[in-house]
């Protein structure tokens, strides 16, 4: 296994000028940043290349340009022979989009065996999860290659405040592809990256508040935030099981409708997950679809902040003139109130899964989060040398108890807010969608101050609270360079919308461009 270790954030030149220039992303003819899982498919179908020689490219491509961007924490040493056995497989009839598909996984979703799962942390090198997360037994029944781990925001950025996101003592800091002294955005940093960069075909993340559609929007890539338990939570390091959920980070809507097809589905571990049967996204795919949409516009969630608010307005012209009715200058009622009930909500939370998770989790490694904190202080010149531990200690002192009543009135409330602030909307305006803006440009990375929240642009958080479903899209740029999202949402298990309106606004304005890999801007 290959493992990288405490990397450095890359150094900033003093000239407007890319790094050394990365391989190129194509293959036997084929583009692999430009190409959809499905014209990969078409490709090993016809014989252009097969999974082997498709898995051994993004292989070297993660040797030859992962030094620049510290997004890649381990490859699986049994990535080509999954992929030669897929070959074969194939010469019997393929199972589906993701047959010999190399993915990567963010590091904190269990696997068996080698490739080791520590949530970016050293304090879980030598934990042994008996059998892989459930949704990655159902990418390995789909046929999908395990290429990998992708490095992280260390714990899924709920260690410290203030951190920087995309720092772990594991996999050191990531790097913005785009400007690479910019953040990636936390916590599936190096997910985002690895799509954008092409290094690897699909990848996935996980999501508390944010974590999926921020790094996405910052790295110029699609990200699905799913609906709570769409897929389903076993075998993956928690922060909250109220709000946790994994989902697709690709390059287009196609692949995370094709990722999220697999990955979806009714786990008897975790009695969360949605009944109801397979659903097919891929049949979502509608480049008409903004034809005869209500479409929302929270406006207010951009501030002050001109370069979002220009995106903004270009997205919502694309929908008008894409046969969309927009209703603009909406607002979320009661949302200001729902940080103060979250936050508190989140700490008893994160004591009672994290230390429910170290108990059924073999291997070498600290008991619960007590351990944790002690573990931290004994490794503190590589663990704590840029950060501290201040929310593992806040976590630390509350009951745990998810039957305490203080506890249980803030969940509530923090729930019954987020879901009344989405439906009210929704039902009110008789919309399909909500539209709103993903993040700002990418800041500064600095491993002294942490990010840099100046102007911070985020709308993550009615969907992240409530459970229910966004999907965020390439929207525009800062300076012209920075990647600037777009994000849909809307009511529970409205996928299939949200996915129809990202793929009809991503086919009508075709704004995503490949990675620059600057060094800085002047």
């Known amino acids: 296994m290959t493992l990288a270790v405490g990397l450095s954030v890359a150094a900033p030149a003093h000239a407007h000028e890319a790094a050394t220039p990365p391989a190129g992303t194509t293959l036997r003819g084929l583009d692999l940043d430009r190409a959809t899982v499905l014209d990969m498919q ?73 490739l080791r799962t520590t949530a970016g942390s050293l304090a879980l090198l030598g934990s042994r999860p008996a059998r892989d997360a459930f949704l990655v037994q159902r990418l390995r029944a789909a046929g999908a290659v395990i290429l990998g781990k992708a490095n992280l925001s260390e714990w899924a950025n709920f260690r410290s405040s203030p951190s920087s996101s995309g720092w772990s003592a594991v996999g050191g800091q990531a790097n913005n592809p785009y400007v690479l002294d910019r953040n990636p955005c936390g916590s599936s940093s190096g997910s985002a990256i690895a799509a954008a960069a092409s290094l690897a075909a699909v990848t996935i993340g996980t999501e508390t508040d944010g974590s999926i559609v921020c790094p996405a929007g910052v790295n110029g ?24 959920t994994a989902g697709p980070i690709t390059r287009n809507v196609t692949d995370a409708a ?63 003139a894409k046969g969309a009715t927009v209703v603009d200058n909406l607002e979320l009622a009661g949302m200001d109130q729902v940080g103060e009930v ?31 904190i002690e573990f ?62 993903t993040n700002n440009g990418a800041w500064l990375t600095s491993l002294t101050k942490g990010d840099d929240f100046t102007d911070f642009v985020a709308s993550s958080t009615p969907s992240a609270v409530s459970g229910y479903p966004a999907i965020t899209v390439p929207g525009g740029y800062a300076r012209n360079v920075l990647p600037l999202g777009v994000t849909f949402f809307g009511g529970r298990l409205s996928e299939p919308t949200l996915i129809a309106l990202g793929y009809a606004f991503e086919q009508a304005g075709q704004v995503r461009k490949p990675p620059t890999y600057l060094r800085t801007l002047p």
């Open 221 to 244: 890539v699609v990200g699905v935030k799913p609906t709570l338990g769409l897929v389903s939570r076993a075998g993956v390091v928690p922060i909250s099981l109220a709000q946790d």
């Open 342 to 372: 979250e936050f508190p909500a989140l700490m008893t939370e994160f004591k009672h899964d994290m230390n429910a998770y170290l108990a059924e989790t073999p291997g070498r490694h600290p008991a619960d989060l007590a351990g944790l």
């Open 42 to 114: 078409r490709a090993m179908n016809r014989g252009r290349f097969d999974s082997a020689t498709l898995t051994r490219f993004y292989l070297d491509r993660i040797r030859t340009v992962d030094p620049l961007l510290h997004a890649v924490i381990a490859t699986n040493p049994a990535a080509l022979r999954e992929a030669e056995q897929s070959d074969r497989r194939r010469r019997r009839g393929a199972r589906g989009p993701l047959e010999g598909i190399p993915v990567l996984l963010k590091d904190n979703i269990g696997t068996a065996g080698q």
């Open 376 to 437: 931290n202080k004994r490794h503190a010149s590589s663990e704590l040398r840029h950060f501290g531990q201040e929310l593992f200690e806040q976590s630390q002192a509350t009951t745990g108890d998810l039957n305490d009543p203080e506890y249980r009135a803030f969940r509530e409330k923090a729930t019954s807010l987020a879901r009344k602030a989405i439906d009210s909307v929704v039902a009110e305006n008789r919309l399909d969608a909500v539209l709103a803006p």
């Open 258 to 320: 094709a990722v999220l097809s697999v990955i979806q589905g009714v786990d008897p571990r975790d009695p969360a997950t949605v009944p109801g049967g397979d659903r097919d996204y891929l049949k979502a795919l509608k480049p008409d679809a903004l034809a005869g949409a209500r479409v929302g516009v929270w406006r207010s969630a951009a501030g002050g902040n001109r370069e979002v608010l220009a995106t903004l307005d270009a997205a919502v012209a694309t929908l008008r």
